[in-house]
């Protein structure tokens, strides 16, 4: 078994993934050879919903109060860092520093990379890292792993190319030891792909947000907008150019932490029922986010949000994990094929 601790770990969709053995659409992800054996969350409403759904429990302090000595022994770290709060110092050369106190978390993944010396790391992000201080700053985010003794390569997924019912385009950043482990990850191979209207695709095609969400199922009142607010919206403008009212028969765009505060004037994927607008359900959420029905929410609805949000989803973690077991730690997966689920 490949032994990994798991940081930032939010509501676990990552860990659901590595552990495989979950069902989603009907289609079953089997039991890969991953053994969490730490994971780290600090917002307490988040792990509660982590420790719902795990036999370990997260460690809910500030990882930069966790010593090194605390970590178990691990050959593969996983997580996701804040991203939003890096700056570049003006120095010659150029160094990566940070804003605030969320800028420094990513120097404390170095702190144990540098102390636990894992054989691996796998560090998922937004794609808009790559963009971050004009470009700058993700190169030199990439030469601070690497002077923690890693080879690295990064990549960018689409969720939607894996089976999930939403365009989410995420940054991995994989790093192997270097002088201890020679293997470098391979891309995951899409299993589906967009419809391309004659049959010749080599995938399935993408699946549509339909498949998880049934606009003719009732949900309560609280989540449709309100008359003032879709006059408004007409008024501001004459189409759905921000807040796009989603298409059934394509993947969802990128559901985020905010949902809960979800506006027709804003950024976040909305539905239309009749001339009527609402915001997601937690549980409609969860399934764009290729959760499995038997995830369990708990605590406020916000705190739902929150964690499925940012969450990474768990069949596009299972595809990165049974990858990077197949081609990184050379283990035998033939027989852990993506297949209908056993009735």
């Not at 930032?8 to 552990?19: A, E, L, N, R, V």
């Not at 307490?44 to 966790?66: G, Q, S, T, Y």
């Not at 950024?267 to 959420?285: A, H, I, Q």
């Not at 290729?290 to 940012?310: C, H, K, M, T, W």
Request: hydrophobic share 35%; aromatic share 10%; charged share 25%.
């Amino acid at each position: 078994m490949i032994k990994y601790i798991s940081l930032f770990s939010g509501c676990g969709g990552g860990d659901i993934g590595f552990h495989g053995d979950f069902s989603f659409l009907s289609n079953y992800y089997c039991k890969l050879p991953f053994e969490l054996v730490y994971a780290n969350e600090i917002d307490l409403k988040v792990a509660r919903i982590f420790d719902e759904n795990f036999d370990l429990k997260c460690d809910k302090r500030d990882i930069r109060n966790v010593q090194e000595g605390e970590i178990p022994d691990h050959d593969l770290l996983i997580g996701g860092f804040p991203c939003q709060s890096f700056s570049i110092v003006a120095q010659n050369p150029k160094r990566l520093g940070y804003k605030d106190e969320k800028g420094m978390l990513f120097f404390e993944l170095c702190r144990i990379l540098w102390a636990k010396k894992p054989l691996a790391f796998i560090a998922e992000n937004v794609r808009g890292i790559m963009s971050a201080n004009k470009g700058e700053a993700f190169p030199l985010i990439l030469k601070e792993f690497e002077e923690c003794g890693y080879d690295i390569k990064h990549m960018v997924l689409n969720a939607a190319d894996y089976g999930v019912p939403q365009k989410r385009q995420r940054v991995f950043i994989i790093g192997t030891r270097r002088g201890y482990l020679q293997n470098s990850m391979a891309r995951p191979l899409p299993t589906h792909g967009p419809d391309d209207g004659q049959g010749q695709l080599l995938t399935d095609p993408h699946l549509p947000l339909g498949s998880v969400v049934n606009i003719r199922q009732r949900v309560d009142d609280k989540y449709y907008f309100s008359e003032k607010a879709v006059a408004g919206m007409k008024r501001a403008k004459k189409e759905m150019n921000k807040g796009r009212a989603q298409d059934l028969n394509k993947p969802c765009n990128t559901v985020g932490a905010h949902l809960a505060k979800v506006s027709l004037n804003g950024t976040d994927p909305v539905l239309k029922v009749g001339e009527k607008y609402r915001r997601f359900t937690p549980r409609e959420v969860a399934g764009i986010q290729s959760f499995p029905e038997s995830f369990r929410l708990v605590d406020s609805e916000r705190a739902q949000y929150i964690a499925l949000g940012n969450a990474i989803p768990p069949v596009l973690a299972w595809h990165v994990a049974k990858t990077f077991a197949e081609t990184v730690m050379r283990y035998d997966l033939s027989d852990a094929k993506h297949c209908s689920a056993p009735s």
